[in-house]
């Protein structure tokens, strides 16, 4: 299967910690992206990595990619209620046909 | 105004019946979707159209057939539906090409169980 994986599968936090989410792949890729679904709705896009690149930050978003370990974490800093949701790693491998290839998923509750 | 809207949101029909979900774009993109998640969340591409032609058409059973009237707009029609196809399907749209180095913008999902 060409698909990433998530780890943790889920994730239950305190608000005001932080929270890191994993994602590992398989095979090269052309880029990576990471997306967030809250419950019942459809996917939004978050940030998109580069495979030149190694790090990206978007407000309280930061995500790493390691293309030798073949990994991107995706870390939420002074998480929020409204932060949980689902988040889903998206992968465009090289050779796949230029489609993106999405993860397992890490379910994340941020409690109050 | 909604980007990506899917009609209809939930879909209760019983095991061999005929059903369509529509879906239509107003973001002038050129490229969308149809993606299945299923009850564990994980979420397969099931077809993908740029400019009213299709690129991508996974391992997807006959029964399920899209059609693009024009490039706004990409609607699913399911054959004989069976209970497996219970799921929820999302359409999406992408600025060019095949999406893979852009955002995807998801509709809000359409809701399918097959008693």
């Known amino acids: 299967s060409q698909q990433g994986e998530e780890d943790p599968q889920a994730l239950s936090i305190q608000e005001g910690e932080n929270a890191t989410m994993n994602c590992s792949y398989k095979t090269s890729i052309n880029n990576l992206q990471w997306y967030r679904q809250n419950s019942g709705r459809g996917l939004v896009h978050l940030i998109l990595?580069?495979?030149?690149?190694r790090e990206k930050h978007s407000g309280r978003l930061r995500v790493t990619l390691d293309t030798s370990k073949k990994s991107s974490s995706l870390l939420i800093t002074a998480s929020r209620a409204a932060d949980t949701a689902s988040y889903f790693c998206?992968?465009?491998?090289?050779?796949?046909?230029?489609?993106?290839?999405f993860g397992t998923g890490t379910q994340l509750k941020v409690e109050l | 105004d909604t980007a990506v809207s899917q009609t209809p949101k939930y879909l209760v029909t019983q095991m061999g019946n005929d059903k369509s979900i529509k879906c239509e774009q107003n973001l002038g993109h050129d490229t969308m979707y149809w993606y299945k998640q299923d009850s564990k969340k994980f979420l397969k591409i099931m077809f993908s159209?740029?400019?009213?032609?299709?690129?991508i058409n996974e391992t997807v059973p006959n029964r399920f057939s899209p059609k693009s009237p024009d490039k706004a707009h990409l609607n699913l029609h399911i054959n004989s539906l069976e209970l497996g196809d219970s799921a929820v399907y999302f359409c999406?749209?992408?600025?060019?090409?095949?999406?893979?180095?852009?955002?995807?913008?998801f509709g809000e999902g359409s809701w399918l169980t097959v008693v």
């Open positions: 999406a749209s992408s600025p060019s090409g095949t999406g893979s180095r852009y955002t995807i913008y």
């Open positions: 159209y740029n400019n009213k032609e299709l690129i």
């Open positions: 998206a992968s465009d491998y090289t050779g796949g046909g230029n489609k993106l290839t």
């Open positions: 990595i580069r495979s030149n690149e």
